[in-house]
């Protein structure tokens, strides 16, 4: 049964640090990995997709790394900014008879002040 | 093109009633997935409708079930409502066919049902 951990569960940080979010996963056996964003009481904004062929994608700030073989996600944010305060959180896709079941981690809360 | 729309956004139920739940997925999107969002639980995958058949279902009670139309759009219920079913219940889609960003999933706002 796949599992999907996130680390550290809270962060809090100042305006303009570059941090990194962490997710590991039990079964390397993944088809691909999401990044998604929540805000409070919303739905989940998706922000980066990496295919279990790729080792990284990049948007704007946001670059995302994976490593299939040691079961491991990170979420790089550059230069965070206070509209960067949700949660985030990384999802899992096993592929095959999966079809539309991902599989969560328990989310990251970021905190940035100014 | 329009996102994923979920009615209604907001239900306060008691304990022991029946809801109905609603999702349109984005246009061209076959595959509509469900899950529910809990403090303690996190997020879960209740089950998914792909042209109108489950293809896939999580570990709920029999109490949950869904259905999906010819155009895409689908329903869940829970039938005799615990106080436990109170979540923030989220629908997704997606293209769900094999190409580079298959199973790319986009998520509604979702529906915050209070069971009383």
């Known amino acids: 049964k796949q599992e999907v951990t996130q680390i550290p569960a809270a962060l809090s940080v100042p305006e303009g640090e570059n941090l990194v979010l962490n997710c590991s996963f039990t079964d390397s056996a993944i088809y691909n990995l999401q990044w998604f964003r929540q805000d409070p009481g919303k739905g989940l904004t998706s922000l980066l997709l990496i295919q279990s062929s790729q080792r990284e994608q990049t948007s704007g700030r946001l670059n995302a790394s994976l490593d299939k073989s040691s079961g491991r996600s990170t979420l790089y944010i550059a230069a965070s900014q206070p509209g960067d305060s949700a949660t985030y959180l990384c999802a899992v896709h096993a592929g095959g008879t999966s079809y539309g079941k991902l599989t969560f981690g328990q989310g990251t809360i970021l905190t940035v002040h100014p | ?116």
């Open chain 2, 1 to 116: 093109k329009a996102g994923v729309t979920q009615t209604p956004r907001y239900l306060i139920k008691t304990r022991g009633q029946q809801v109905t739940l609603s999702c349109s997925p984005i246009s061209g999107h076959r595959s509509v997935s469900w899950y529910q969002q809990t403090p303690g639980q996190g997020l879960q995958f209740l089950f998914e409708y792909f042209s109108e058949t489950q293809r896939n279902k999580g570990n709920f009670p029999g109490r949950f079930s869904g259905r999906q139309f010819s155009n895409s759009r689908s329903e869940m219920n829970v039938s005799t409502l615990e106080l436990g079913d109170s979540a923030l219940y989220l629908c997704a889609s997606s293209l769900s066919y094999r190409g580079a960003r298959s199973y790319e999933q986009y998520f509604g706002p979702g529906t915050r049902l209070t069971v009383t």
